[in-house]
C-alpha cells in the first residue's frame, strides 16, 4: 500500500509567524493531494487540496505545492493565527491514507 | 456543521461484546467512508461505500463489517471486541467514487473494559 511519511510531528510558531509541514509519499500514481484540519474533539476538515497536474495552488493564508517528481507536497500556512492551532493531515493514494499528523501550535 | 451525523457518540463496552455504529450521510452524497482513529495508529481507513456498493477496502479486521442501505445510511459493526478496538470511529461522505472532499462526522468514541 501507500507509503506516506510526515513532518513535523509538533510545530509550535508564534503568531503572525509561517508554518510549513512537509509530505512524502511513494505512489506515483497518486494525483490528488487534500489537507485536512482536526480541531480537538472534531472530526477532519477540508481546507485546500491540489490535484497532480498543479504545481501550487494558494487559498489566502494557505497554499500547497505539490513535486510529482519527487513525490512530495507540502502546506505552507502564513500569517498564522491562534484559531490556527490544531493537526494537521496529509491525505495521499486514492485519498485514503492519511499521514501520521502535524500539532501545531501557535504562540500568541 | 459537516451534514455527517453519527451515533451513538460514546459507547463503552466489554471486551467479546458486538456493538453497531451509525452514519448518516450528507444529503445528496453517495459515498460513505469509515476510519479508525487511535493514538498510536492514527487515521486509518477501514472501508469504502458507494451507492450500497463496497468500493474498496482498507485495514479493516475480519472481526469488522459494514453495510450501507437503500437510503444511503451506512453502520460500521465491530465484534469479538478487544481492548485494542478502544478509539474513535470516524465517518465521512464525500458526492461520488473520484477524488472529492470528504466530509467528517463528529465521530462515535468507543471505548472496550
Known amino acids: 500500500g501507500e507509503n506516506v511519511e510526515q513532518h513535523p510531528s509538533t510545530l509550535s510558531v508564534q503568531e503572525g509567524d509561517s508554518a510549513v509541514i512537509k509530505c512524502t509519499y511513494s505512489?506515483?500514481?497518486?494525483?490528488?493531494f487534500p489537507w485536512y484540519k482536526q480541531e480537538l474533539g472534531k472530526g477532519p476538515q477540508l481546507i485546500i487540496d491540489i490535484r497532480s497536474n498543479v504545481g501550487e495552488k494558494k487559498d489566502q493564508r494557505i497554499a500547497v505545492t505539490l513535486n510529482k517528481t519527487a513525490k512530495h507536497f507540502s502546506l505552507h500556512i502564513t500569517e498564522t493565527q491562534p484559531e490556527d492551532s490544531a493537526v494537521y493531515f496529509c491525505v495521499t493514494g486514492n485519498q485514503f491514507y492519511f499521514g501520521t499528523g502535524t500539532s501545531l501550535t501557535v504562540i500568541p | 456543521d459537516s451534514g455527517v451525523t453519527q451515533t451513538p457518540k460514546h459507547l463503552i463496552t466489554a471486551t467479546g461484546q458486538r456493538v453497531t455504529l451509525r452514519c448518516s450521510p450528507r444529503s445528496g452524497d453517495l459515498s460513505v467512508y469509515w476510519y479508525q482513529q487511535s493514538l498510536d495508529q492514527g487515521l486509518q481507513f477501514l472501508i469504502q461505500?458507494?451507492?450500497?456498493?463496497?468500493?474498496a477496502k482498507g485495514n479493516i479486521l475480519e472481526r469488522f463489517s459494514a453495510q450501507q442501505f437503500p437510503d444511503l445510511h451506512s453502520e460500521l459493526n465491530l465484534s469479538s471486541l478487544e481492548l485494542g478496538d478502544s478509539a474513535l470511529y470516524f465517518c465521512?461522505?464525500?458526492?461520488?467514487?473520484?477524488?472529492?472532499?470528504?466530509?467528517f462526522g463528529p465521530g462515535t468514541r468507543l471505548t472496550v473494559l
Open positions: 505512489d506515483s500514481a497518486s494525483n490528488y
Open positions: 465521512a461522505s464525500s458526492v461520488d467514487e473520484s477524488y472529492n472532499e470528504q466530509f
Open positions: 461505500y458507494y451507492n450500497g456498493e463496497e468500493r
